[in-house]
């Protein structure tokens, strides 16, 4: 640390410490030394220098100077984020106000090297429009969750992370959304999500949507028009990790296997087809989901059996549910989501609902949704934008995708029950595709680059897509909205509801649709509408429904209203990680944050003022 000030230092310094060894024995000087790896090289070397001017204050002739207040302002500000993202108060000896100077008491900038070297660098690069700058490597789950709390405390103004609940070993299912005002559902305006890694060795599409969150607060700040009109107008919500457990697992054995010790030399080739795939309890979770599409095929000729939002049977909750699947069932019935992707590995294509296939003797058989021309316009928009999906050239993983263009019929491809798309178009009005990102399940790091350039365009279309088809607001005669009013398309057997605020969305393709709006208790209101080939944006269609006496409906005798859901619900477990443990006398003790060890084992008094909450 001190050759960074050649200049000379006595002491005692501006922190009182009497010796240089006093000074390397405190828990600053650990803390200035550890800040590299605490902050992922965020801020860094900026921290280091400034912090270093506090122990080691520049000296003229016997008189101290101190470090500039304007510089450590500064430096708070671009930096504060990132100690709040790891839950670290921002260090007593970086206060401002109480360890530097102003400029007219003369003091010392410790950044003006830095500063002179970066503008002499930046000298001799062209100008152009600045870039997000985006570290394609691995990050383990710790990594991962703290470069998503780091982005949302950068962008606060349109972000914010949140947990949906814990995976079966007790690791948070960290999302984290965009959006014009983060935190609560904006009337009319469409919610969407992209999730990845549900199985833990398809770790691609993972990595994927780390990059695009860094990506969209990154562009967004710099001004970039359409990242800002997608997220003003959008509620982007990101699980990078569906199944942080067997993402644990299969890294391990990609470590494993480049370890010229072991037999395995490709371990990310040999074992990326099976270990890690299910969760910790050994449980697919893309074969977990309540089987609604048999239930459907069941039903689907009677004329009183609704074919959209199925209830789940009470059988399903009698059978091994896994806390991540729970968990999304949770989060999908909180928020009503318009569209999905969800992020696979192992070939090269979009497959749609439904997945399983309408007879149980044909393990390929098309079978399509009332959706399927709404689907294939979604597969088509992030096929058709990715580098290589559509084409006919492109290298395939033992399947020809070729001569329907790189989209397929879940069913038609192979068929499965228990599925996370036909979940989501069965039990709520989400429509969701599986994205299959390549054939190596968990490729190396330098394909990450290679593998964002195919993809970004590709992600960015598809989330702008939900700006198709039809909105609204459904009301009664007073102007307050109607929850849990339906939608119905004349032809299309899968109709939409309304949510809190009585507002919908129904995604649909150009051409000309009757739509009808209907509530328990209220009048039945019909419109013709005609939506064009090329659309921008959605159009806004409204409903004012007059409250009509209220009749008996067979099916209220038929089929009860009441969901599973709120009869059962027995798999609320998530809650006992969180409840923090009694400490002496009863009184709550305060978990420490995962950094805390590294200053724990020390001799020196842990530095109680790094706690936040303190």
Known sequence: MWSLHPHRTIYPNILGHRTQLDAESGAEYLLLTVIHGLLNGECSPDIRLVGCSVLAPRCEGDRVVKPCRSTCEELRRNCGHAFESIDMAWPYFLDCDRFFASKEEGCNDPLAGLKA???????????????????????????????????AAKCPHISHVYSIGRSSEGRDLLAIEFTGNPGQHELMEPEIKLIGNMHGNEVLGRQLLIYLAKYLCSEYTLGNERIQALINNTRIHILASMNPDGYELAASEVEDGSDPELNNQDGHLLNGWTNGRTNAQNIDLNRNFPDLTSVLYRNRRSRHYRTD??????????????????????????????????LHGGELVISYPFDFSRHPHEERMFSPTADEQAFKHLARTYADSHATMSNNDTDRCGASFYRSGGIINGALWYSFAGGMSDFNYLHTNCLEITVELGCDKFPSEGELYPEWKRNKEALLSFMESVHRGIKGVVKDMDGNGIKGATIAVRGIRKDVTT??????????????HILTATAKGYSRVSKRIRLPNNMIKAGVVDFVLKKVPLEPDIDDHLFPMTDSWERFDPYNQFEHHSVREPGEGGVERQEKPWWWTYFSQFSFSPPTWLLRNV
């Open 309 to 342: 939002h199925i209830s789940i049977p009470d059988s399903y909750w009698f059978s091994k549910v896994a806390p991540e699947t729970y968990a999304v069932m949770k989060w999908i019935r909180s928020i009503p989501f318009v569209q999905s992707a969800s």
């Open 117 to 151: 070297r970066q503008e002499q660098s930046f000298a001799s690069f062209s100008p152009e429009e600045p870039s997000t700058i985006i570290q394609f490597t691995y990050t383990s789950n710790a990594e991962m969750y703290s470069i998503l709390k780091r982005t």
């Open 499 to 512: 949510a809190e605020g009585g507002d919908y969305w129904r995604l649909l393709n150009s051409g000309t």
